[in-house]
């Protein structure tokens, strides 16, 4: 018996000793789900960082349809903005601006000669994307559509856009109208710059004023997931803005941002389908899609500190002073949007310094720099600053500076040159001179021939 109770205590402490030996499970780096997004294009930024979360077909030239509006606004809000137009300025819908729109096209019902303030056809165009508001604003601002759309091809260059040309300014089909998931994303970002641009965005509903040829208008959203008055199924609290689109060669587009507590993300999707299931139900993938994106975003990943800029990363030597170096930081805390499992310790670092640096330094300036990234994805590089002022010998600095003077290439040449003209001198000394001089003193001139003397 005691000898059973002993082997059974043996084994059960091989056991413990067995599990003990297994690294556990949250020492282990778990890769990301792929979110597997089922549209042509999709792109997810951390709106903060500018970290990409999710990429599909990022620059690939597609049809963007009334996402082209984000343009249109951000040149309104830009024409607002330097003084060529006021929110609360009034304008006319002239003929020329609704004519030739397509019938079946978006539309608040503007009527030529119905006048309203640019912020209410802001409101037309960005909640229920009417097509007649674009071409209104777009006269209002350039004088005319075709100024204006050489002008949203200008700023689309300008904001680095690669992948987009624009033919009209509301996005009605034409095969020489595209752009990309990323150059959509690079608009959004310069037209969220205006506050105003959000907040008609962000609304559920618009109440534009009577006019004189309409009553009130109460505008619903096309956007699904801030408002069910069209579609149920689709609603996202944490959704805010931004714009859909939709023509047959385009598919279902949108362009959204959501936030949760102190973090903000950008989604693009575009080219998404609209799927009608067993049941009958449809599925507008353009929103399930998104909302499931931003989902898997949220749920991945976190805002971690990665650096303090009270962290002593390395030591430059210094030429030109009595101290042998100096310690950089970086210029500033860093955060950055990591996968949950991914740890700031878990990150490579790669500092780019200068071998030396010449005294004097000072405190806070640029010596370097410190790249931050893991498994091959660079993250950021964050500049590398002198924690404290560094100062110049006189003498070696006077010494430094003859050694400079002597190894400049005109100064080399010259003193080869003076060295040639030393040595051709005592050479012309030592030969030509001596056939003048006889035993030091100079030789007698012949005076010429005179005659023969009798």
């Not at 990301?32 to 599909?56: F, R, W």
């Not at 060529?84 to 300025?89: E, I, P, T, W």
């Not at 030429?319 to 310790?345: F, G, R, Y």
Request: charged letters at 20%.
């Amino acid at each position: 018996m005691k000898f059973k109770r002993f082997f059974s205590a043996f084994l059960l402490l091989l056991m413990v000793v067995s599990f003990a030996a297994v690294p556990a499970a949250a020492d282990e780096v778990t890769p990301v789900p792929d979110p597997n997004i089922q549209t042509k294009a999709a792109l997810l930024v951390d709106k903060e960082t500018g970290t990409v979360l999710y990429a599909k077909n990022e620059h690939d030239e597609l049809y963007p349809a009334s996402l082209t509006k984000i343009m249109t606004a951000l040149l309104t809000l830009e024409a607002v903005d330097q003084g060529k137009l006021a929110l609360d300025q009034e304008i006319t819908a002239s003929a020329t601006a609704l004519n030739g729109l397509a019938d079946d096209g978006s539309s608040a019902g503007i009527q030529v000669g119905e006048t309203m303030s640019v912020e209410n056809y802001l409101k037309c165009m960005l909640v229920v994307s009417a097509n007649e508001a674009c071409d209104v604003l777009a006269e209002a601002v350039s004088g005319s559509v075709d100024a204006f759309v050489d002008a949203m091809n200008a700023k689309a260059k300008e904001l680095g856009c690669e992948d987009t040309h624009f033919a009209n300014p509301n996005g009605l089909h034409d095969s020489q109208h595209y752009t990309s998931a990323w150059d959509l994303y690079l608009i959004t970002l310069a037209a969220l710059k205006y506050p105003e641009f959000m907040t008609i965005c962000d609304m559920g509903v618009a109440e534009i004023p009577a006019t004189n040829l309409s009553d009130i208008r109460r505008l619903h959203t096309t956007n699904y997931l801030l408002s069910n008055w069209r579609a149920n199924g689709y609603l996202y609290s944490d959704a805010h803005g931004i714009k859909t689109g939709s023509t047959s060669e385009a598919g279902h587009c949108l362009v959204s941002s959501a936030t949760q507590g102190s973090r903000s993300l950008i989604s693009v999707v575009l080219g998404a389908q609209r799927i009608v299931g067993a049941d009958g139900v449809a599925d507008v993938q353009s929103f399930s899609e998104t909302k499931r994106l931003f989902q898997w975003g949220f749920a991945n990943f976190s805002t971690q500190k990665v650096l303090s800029d009270l962290d002593m990363l390395a030591d430059v030597p210094v030429t030109l002073s009595k101290i042998d170096s100096v310690a950089v930081h970086p210029a500033s805390e860093v955060d950055l949007v990591l996968p949950n499992d991914v740890k700031p310790e878990d990150l490579d670092r790669k500092l780019v310094l200068p071998e030396n640096v010449d005294a004097p330094i000072s405190a806070g300036q640029e010596l370097g720099s410190v790249e931050l990234s893991y498994n091959g994805t660079v993250y950021t590089s964050v500049p590398l600053v002198a924690l404290n002022d560094v100062e110049a010998s006189k003498l070696l600095t006077f010494w430094n500076n003859v050694q400079q003077f002597f190894s400049r290439t005109i100064v080399k040449v010259a003193l080869v040159v003076i060295g040639i003209l030393i040595v051709a001198g005592v050479g012309w000394k030592l030969t030509l001179g001596r056939r003048r001089y006889r035993y030091g003193k100079p030789a007698r001139r012949s005076r010429g021939y005179r005659g023969r003397r009798r």
